[in-house]
């Protein structure tokens, strides 16, 4: 088991095996938690307000990733050749329209 050494400001190492295995980085949190006489440390992802999806968005993701798994889905040349065909063929219609 590995040990580490308390520092002067109260700072705890983390052994380099424990930081890998748990794919931690500088500045990540940890929960601190006193646990019957030992120190529980539980690396904490703290998410911003702002990153939280609707749920509108979340359902249009759930739908996105069900299409991903059945194959429902058009690569991102086709929806480019798609998208320029509907734009020639809008241009047309008001050309046709203007002229007449």
Same mark, same amino acid.
């Given at each position: $088991? +590995?040990?580490?050494?308390?520092?002067?400001?109260?700072?705890?190492?983390? +052994?380099?095996?424990?930081?890998?295995?748990?794919?931690? =980085?500088?500045?990540?949190? =940890?929960? =601190?938690?006193?646990?019957?006489?030992?120190?529980?440390?539980? +690396?904490?992802?703290?998410?911003?307000?702002?990153?939280?999806?609707?749920?509108?968005?979340?359902?249009?993701?759930?739908?996105?990733?069900?299409?991903?798994?059945?194959?429902?889905? =058009?690569?991102?040349?086709?929806?480019?050749?798609? $998208?320029?065909?509907?734009?020639?063929?809008?241009?047309?219609?008001?050309?046709?329209?203007?002229?007449?």
């Amino acid at each position: $088991m +590995p040990v580490s050494k308390l520092g002067q400001r109260r700072q705890v190492v983390i +052994p380099k095996e424990i930081w890998d295995s748990l794919d931690l =980085v500088v500045g990540d949190f =940890v929960e =601190v938690e006193r646990v019957e006489g030992s120190i529980v440390l539980k +690396p904490k992802k703290l998410v911003d307000a702002a990153d939280v999806l609707t749920p509108e968005e979340e359902a249009l993701i759930r739908r996105g990733e069900e299409e991903l798994r059945t194959g429902e889905y =058009v690569t991102l040349e086709q929806l480019k050749h798609d $998208m320029g065909r509907k734009a020639r063929q809008s241009r047309r219609k008001t050309t046709r329209k203007t002229s007449s």
